[in-house]
């Protein structure tokens, strides 16, 4: 399983992937949607967990033109909003939303499911 | 139009409060998730040290610097949503416009959108007599309808000039042409209206010219 965590709070997933390795989970970091989209070129990710909100891209963007190069990743978003309304955005129906801070077994038991909803 | 004005502060000036307010709880919640996760990674640390395990010690050092660095973020935080809770107290004042521009540019600091903005010193102080909240919302306004125009990589620069006697200019510099044709939005030319301020545009700049004293407005607060 690869993953690729993209946020722009550079120590947030800095540290949220050292938490993943240490429960035997391999995740890149990037910290733009541009640098998202360099990795992505070059490693074939499973899953990708994005901030919905980054400079430059949002990660609502940066999920459209994921799902150009890879075509089967799946997506959990996270945010630092209050409230999460998917109101007016009828293709994100089916994403899953994580409010910060996160919990990172909520994290892992989130990513094992989307990957695997049969288990 | 001045006779808009409390109405103006009490309906646009909720709006406004309430989407600082967002952008402030927002950055609020970024720093716990770093607090949160770093501080979980101390406990992941225990319990590997507890299982026998060894690691390099001054990840531990890193972890409490990075904890005190994210708690200095949050005061710092703190203390411009304070400071602009305050901008309501007095509501006509003597207003430092150089406070008001500080501010202004941290408060749009949280917005994902933000450019790179600097503001720079006047060698003398410059006060008008205005409403500091509806001088805070002019600019804030002014500033999110910038960082939207401009390119990622875009640097901003504030000046502040004594135009003549009487007024006061706020120079927005940009270093790349931008489209603002629709600027300003009926809601930031109510703003402005009621402050007697005027746009001047142009392709990689934009003035704010403001009386430097504004008695409508002091006379209307000052009546109720």
Same mark, same amino acid.
């Given at each position: 399983?690869?993953?690729?965590?993209?946020?722009?709070?550079?120590?947030?997933?800095?540290?949220?992937?050292?938490?993943?390795?240490?429960?035997?989970?391999?995740? /890149?970091?990037?910290?733009?949607? $541009? #640098?998202?989209?360099?990795?992505?070129?070059?490693?074939?990710?499973? &899953?990708?967990v994005l901030d919905m909100k980054m400079p430059g891209m949002s990660g609502f963007t940066l999920k459209?033109?994921?799902?150009?190069?890879?075509?089967?990743?799946?997506?959990?978003?996270?945010?630092?909003?209050?409230?999460? /309304?998917?109101?007016?955005?009828? $293709? #994100?129906?089916?994403?899953?939303?994580?409010?910060?801070?996160?919990? &990172?077994d909520t994290l892992i038991d989130t990513i094992r499911q989307r990957l695997d909803p049969d288990q | 139009m001045t006779s808009n004005a409390s109405d103006l502060v009490h309906k646009q000036g909720l709006q406004f409060f309430g989407s600082v307010n967002a952008s402030i709880s927002h950055e609020l919640k970024n720093i716990f998730a770093i607090i949160s996760e770093t501080a979980g990674?101390?406990?992941?640390?225990?319990?590997?040290?507890?299982?026998?395990?060894?690691?390099?010690?001054?990840?531990?050092?890193?972890?409490?610097?990075?904890?005190?660095?994210?708690i200095e973020r949050g005061f710092d935080t703190i203390r411009q949503m304070n400071q602009f809770a305050h901008s309501v107290d007095i509501p006509v004042k003597e207003t430092r416009i150089h406070d008001t521009l500080a501010l202004a540019v941290k408060l749009t600091g949280f917005l994902s959108f933000a450019k790179k903005t600097r503001v720079e010193p006047s060698g003398t102080e410059i006060t008008i007599d205005t409403s500091p909240f509806l001088l805070q919302t002019l600019v804030y306004r002014t500033l999110k309808a910038l960082y939207r125009a401009l390119d990622t990589s875009a640097e901003l620069t504030l000046t502040?000039?004594?135009?003549?006697?009487?007024?006061?200019?706020?120079?927005?510099?940009?270093?790349?042409?931008?489209?603002?044709?629709?600027?300003p939005d009926f809601r930031t030319a109510d703003v402005a209206e009621v402050l007697k301020a005027a746009f001047t545009k142009t392709d990689t700049g934009l003035a704010l010219t403001l009386p430097r004293e504004n008695k409508d407005l002091r006379d209307k607060f000052a009546g109720g």
């Open positions: 399983m690869k993953i690729i965590l993209v946020d722009d709070e550079t120590k947030f997933i800095n540290m949220l992937a050292r938490r993943l390795l240490l429960r035997g989970l391999d995740a /890149d970091v990037a910290y733009s949607g $541009d #640098q998202a989209l360099e990795k992505a070129s070059q490693t074939r990710y499973d &899953i990708a459209k033109k994921l799902l150009e190069t890879l075509p089967e990743i799946q997506f959990i978003f996270v945010t630092g909003h209050g409230t999460i /309304d998917q109101n007016g955005i009828p $293709d #994100q129906s089916n994403d899953i939303f994580l409010a910060k801070p996160l919990n &990172i | 990674f101390l406990n992941d640390l225990t319990q590997l040290s507890k299982q026998g395990q060894t690691f390099d010690l001054s990840l531990l050092e890193n972890c409490s610097n990075s904890i005190a660095e994210e502040l000039r004594e135009s003549e006697a009487s007024l006061v200019t706020l120079i927005f510099s940009h270093d790349q042409a931008v489209d603002l044709t629709d600027f």
